[in-house]
Nanobody, 112 residues
């Protein structure tokens, strides 16, 4: 069974940092492009960052230069380092491998 377990969210002040983790199981993790998504209240889920099996990365314009995605295939884990956080980054963050399976997400709240 495919599962994703996200962690690392929390409450942080504007300008602060958080590192999210997503542990995958039930898939051959190393061959998949992994993505981090977020969904803010009243908004659609959006792709924030992605990383291919070969390590190529892509970012939404809104987070470029502030967020960094990485992966550790031996641990079947993908990370999202988030720096210079802004209130508009507040959302539930999810990871996904392109299929229909989603985890419970991790809440990120940026507020003073």
């Amino acid at each position: 069974q495919v599962q994703f377990v996200e962690s690392g969210g929390g409450l942080v002040q504007p300008g602060g940092s958080l590192r999210l983790s997503c542990a995958a199981s039930g898939i051959i993790f190393s061959i998949y492009t992994m993505g981090w998504y977020r969904q803010a209240p009243g908004k659609q889920r959006e792709l924030v960052a992605s990383i291919t099996s070969g390590g190529s990365t892509g970012y939404a314009d809104s987070v470029k230069g502030r967020f960094t995605i990485s992966r550790e295939n031996a641990k079947k884990t993908v990370y999202l380092q988030m720096n210079s956080l802004k209130p508009e980054d507040t959302a539930v963050y999810y990871c996904n491998a392109g299929g229909p399976f989603w985890g419970q997400g991790t809440q990120v709240t940026v507020s003073s």
